[in-house]
């Protein structure tokens, strides 16, 4: 793009976000994101001494997409702090705490302190929620707002043009009138019955009505970050009955989504325990799709001794 692309068109944004409807949709994306991160809370299980605060734990795990358990000037605790050192597998090898209250100090891992993520990405750097929630968030938004926009066109019915003032009143009291649900309205011939000026537009709102359609996008977008996340989730886009292997693909979707995460969580608490072996501490996927597989099979067995399945294997969609 040239440097004088937005000076010779200056009708163009220089960004992409509008700025007249910024405030509104920058408000539902905020909902949305602290929904998504609600969501993300509750996919972990957390076994943790009743001094821990879990809140904080999972606030700092799904921004950074780490935590650290370390020892520290008030007991064992899950802290934040920056990683630095590399192995030779370029992992980080010490921590360090910059806390109020605790102060500034560094830690071994291995040693006197733990890290616990959920999926490396490169040197020092881990999987967090913050680009889905991002992502998602304005895209739901995007979607509320067009639902909005569009109940809000389905009220337009009718437009009537009148020639004078007095027969616009007219017309006003007459539509009033109606709505109030009046089975008869009277009015003089003579103040409706010009030779030009009199018009009514029908708007066929059936026609503009998109809502129901809007409602089923957001649906999808929804069940993308949780097949990302490995929750099961509806089918809106096909309501007809699905086949017990399209059930079962989606089911191995959500398995490979979330197969790493369920093994570094396991490697990570073994290596805390290592470290602390009196601390009582667990972090789990709280939806195992693993299971989702016999869950499946039992649905199929149902449906075959109810006689619902004569070919086909279906499941109910």
């Known amino acids: ?13 220089r960004n992409q976000k509008p700025k ?22 509750g996919l972990f299980e957390i076994k943790c001494p009743l001094e821990w605060d879990t809140d904080y734990i999972l606030n700092y795990f799904l921004s950074t ?16 702090g920056s990683l630095t050192g590399l192995n030779y597998a370029n992992n980080p090898t010490m921590a360090i705490i910059a806390v109020p ?23 020092k750097a881990y999987y ?14 995007s979607a509320d707002g067009a639902i909005d926009v569009n109940l809000m066109n389905s009220k337009f019915a009718y437009v009537a043009e009148a020639e004078t003032k007095a027969q616009a009143e007219l017309i006003k009291e007459l539509y009033d009138s109606i709505s109030e649900g009046n089975p008869l309205v009277v009015y003089r ?4 019955s010009t030779n030009s000026g009199m018009s009514i537009f029908f708007g066929n709102v059936k026609n503009n009505f998109i809502a129901d359609v809007l409602q089923d996008s957001r649906r999808t977008i929804m069940n ?34 979330v197969a790493l995460w369920k093994y570094n969580l396991e490697r990570c608490v073994e290596r805390v325990h290592k470290v602390f072996p009196d601390i009582d501490f667990d972090i789990s996927l709280r939806f195992d799709p693993s299971k989702l597989q016999e869950e499946a099979n039992d649905v199929v067995r149902g449906n075959r001794a109810m006689g619902n399945e004569p070919s086909g294997k279906k499941v109910p969609g």
């Open 224 to 257: 993308e970050i949780l097949t990302l996340w490995g929750i099961n989730n509806a089918n809106t886009d096909k309501r007809e009955r699905l086949i017990a292997n399209e059930v079962e693909s989606n089911n191995i979707e959500l398995q490979a989504n």
């Open 1 to 13: 793009m040239s440097k004088n692309f937005n000076k010779d068109r200056p009708w163009y944004p």
């Open 189 to 192: 011939k003579d103040m409706l």
């Open 101 to 123: 209250i605790l102060g500034n100090f560094e830690r071994t891992i291995g040693g006197d302190c733990e890290v616990v993520f959920l999926e490396r990405k490169r040197t």
């Open 65 to 80: 997409g780490y935590f650290i358990i370390a020892d520290t000037p008030a007991g064992v605790l899950p802290i934040k």
């Open 128 to 141: 967090n929620f913050n680009s889905v929630i991002n992502i998602y968030a304005e895209k739901l938004a």
């Open 20 to 41: 007249h409807v910024d405030g509104q949709k920058a408000a539902r994306t905020e909902f949305y994101k602290e929904e998504l991160r609600k969501i993300a809370k």
